[in-house]
């Protein structure tokens, strides 16, 4: 939110998805799940909201940042 990012686009596998709504940062899926070798993978949205970030930090027992702006930067 710090650098205007509203959505973080991805890939991932199933059970990861469901890592992400437990915590409470539901994935919107852009469409079924598909099997790559092994793999239930698929691709969606992550919202990136005031309230996904209150959720998070509650989830990991933190108020600190979650992301540095570093590795975001890193990433990109």
């Known amino acids: 939110m ?3 990012y509203h ?6 596998d199933t059970r990861m998805e ?3 709504r ?4 539901p994935l919107q899926r852009l469409g079924a799940p598909q099997l790559i070798g092994e793999t239930e993978a698929l ?3 992550l919202a990136v909201t005031p309230q996904i970030r209150d959720a998070l930090r509650e989830t990991a027992g933190t108020r600190n940042t ?3 702006p570093t590795a975001i ?3 990109a």
Do not use: E, F, P
Request: hydrophobic share 55%.
């Open 73 to 75: 930067q890193l990433a």
């Open 18 to 20: 469901r890592i992400l």
């Open 66 to 68: 979650l992301i540095a």
């Open 43 to 45: 691709a969606g949205l």
């Open 22 to 25: 437990r915590a409470g940062w």
């Open 2 to 4: 710090d650098n205007d």
């Open 7 to 12: 959505t973080v686009a991805t890939v991932t």
